[in-house]
């Protein structure tokens, strides 16, 4: 038998990594951070337990990576989605709603992944966090933006804020209220990307709308 070419094994570990990235957004969400082992992440995904510590650092930098990697297919699955359009006004409240969404879709993991970014490691400049950058980016440049370096990182912030908002512990802001400051902000309509379908216009606060606003799952 000969042996494999050099692309075959690259897509066989690019395979094996993304399983263990899944595995890791599964089983955190389902148990979170404190009760899931890096052996269980390697059961989940089938993998042998070694492959764990040989693609990623440690366990926080595995979280990172596969938050990233979810926030990057949730944000690149909305701003690609059917109907097609090259509107920047569009784009950017789509992406908008799909940060926003992730929060309400998995609060454990992004409870996690928020409080993790402010311990010591802090944030992690992974592949898959370099992709969600180049993602969210563009969605600024096609707006409009006249200086996407500085708007960026200000969009990201102000995603960030919303997302600790959304997930404070005891007192929580509504995502309706969160979404109308975003888009009042950057001059959006209401109606733009996917609004909650309850007919809010987020300017009266109701914890309604979070159980009213459309889930949006990202391919596997």
């Known amino acids: 038998m000969s042996p494999r070419s050099q692309s075959v094994n690259e897509e066989l570990r690019r395979r094996s990594r ?29 993998s042998a337990r070694g492959l764990v510590s040989y693609y990623f650092p440690g366990k926080r930098y595995l979280l990172q990576s596969a938050v990233h990697r979810l926030m990057h297919r949730t944000l690149s699955g909305a701003m690609e989605r059917e109907p097609h359009t090259d509107d920047g006004q569009e784009l950017l409240a789509r992406a908008i709603d799909a940060i926003l969404g992730l929060a309400a879709d998995h609060p454990v993991l992004m409870r996690t992944h928020m409080a993790g970014i402010l311990q010591e490691q802090g944030f992690v400049q992974c592949p898959e966090q370099q992709q969600l950058a180049r993602v969210l980016r563009s969605a600024v440049e096609r707006y409009g933006s006249p200086d996407p370096d500085t708007d960026y990182p200000l969009l990201r912030a102000q995603l960030m804020g919303a997302v600790f908002a959304q997930l404070l512990p005891g007192a929580p802001m509504p995502y309706a209220r969160l979404r109308a400051e975003l888009f009042q902000r950057y001059g959006l309509d209401w109606e733009l990307g996917t609004p909650p379908n309850d007919g809010t216009d987020g300017t009266d606060g109701t914890d309604g709308a979070d159980r009213a606003r459309p889930a949006a799952t990202p391919p596997r």
């Open 18 to 46: 993304e399983r263990l990235l899944q595995a890791t957004v599964d089983l955190v969400g389902e148990r979170g951070y404190e009760a899931t082992t890096l052996a269980d992440i390697a059961d989940r995904a089938g």
